[in-house]
């Protein structure tokens, strides 16, 4: 079955730094999608960057970069230049062609970004 | 501009009255589904639907109900609803298939919040 790990409940970071979020994953299909998503306290989903299995580069949207590495089944999540507004949950999700009709996510991680 | 919507976003409710969620797109998707959240527990997935008149349960999906009657709505429903499902709801909606896994195809509503008391 697919799992998601997030292992960090909680995150700080100070306004303007870099900051790594974990990620891990495990799902037998080589076929599969890995997704963040940032919920502010708001609630709403906003979908972030994606990564699929076959994708030879590590994805990257404006500051938000996703360090793939496939034979860890890692899928970590780098924001750079952190802002104030990142502070936010942020959750892992996963989507492979076995089960496609789903996401699974992962518990989430809480980042809180000081000035 | 290509949405999800979900009506109510907030509500507040007493154990044992039905009540809908309603979830609607206008982007023609095929598959809808509903997830719940929960502390400690990330978003699970309660019903889901791959066209008109296909729905089937996901991982979580006692003490809920869905119709899928036309291709845009997907609501939810809870015939008596208890404590237990209190929660914030999503319904997400996509373009069905292997294929097109591109992450930005997966679109979320902006979530309702339910407390049953």
């Known amino acids: 079955a697919q799992k998601i790990t997030q292992t960090q409940p909680g995150m700080f970071v100070q306004e303007k730094e870099a900051v790594t979020l974990d990620c891990t994953y495990d799902?037998?299909?080589?076929?599969?999608?890995l997704f963040w998503y940032k919920q502010p306290s708001s609630g709403e989903m906003i979908f972030l960057i994606y990564?699929?299995?076959?994708?030879?580069q590590n994805a990257t949207e404006g500051r938000y970069s996703l360090n793939f590495q496939k034979a860890r089944k890692s899928a970590n999540l780098v924001i750079s230049a952190s802002q104030l507004g990142d502070s936010a949950m942020y959750f892992c999700?996963?989507?492979?062609?076995?089960?496609?009709?789903?996401?699974?996510f992962g518990t989430g991680t809480r980042l809180l970004v000081s000035p | 501009e290509a949405q999800v919507t979900q009506n109510p976003r907030y509500l507040i409710t007493v154990t044992g009255k039905k009540l809908t969620v309603t979830c609607s797109q206008n982007?023609?998707?095929?598959?809808m589904s509903w997830y719940r959240q929960d502390p400690g527990l990330g978003l699970r997935q309660i019903y889901y639907?791959?066209?008109?008149?296909?729905?089937d349960k996901g991982d979580v999906p006692e003490g809920y109900k869905v119709s899928r009657k036309e291709k845009r709505n997907f609501p939810l429903i809870l015939e008596s609803p208890s404590p237990n499902q209190t929660s914030l709801y999503f319904c997400?909606?996509?373009?069905?298939?292997?294929?097109?896994?591109?992450?930005?195809?997966?679109?979320f509503g902006e979530g309702s919040w339910l407390t049953v008391v």
């Open positions: 997400a909606s996509s373009v069905t298939g292997l294929g097109g896994f591109s992450g930005n195809t997966i679109y």
């Open positions: 799902t037998s299909d080589p076929s599969y999608g």
């Open positions: 990564q699929g299995s076959y994708d030879q």
């Open positions: 999700a996963m989507r492979d062609s076995g089960s496609f009709q789903k996401l699974v």
């Open positions: 982007m023609n998707h095929e598959y």
């Open positions: 639907s791959m066209n008109v008149e296909v729905t």
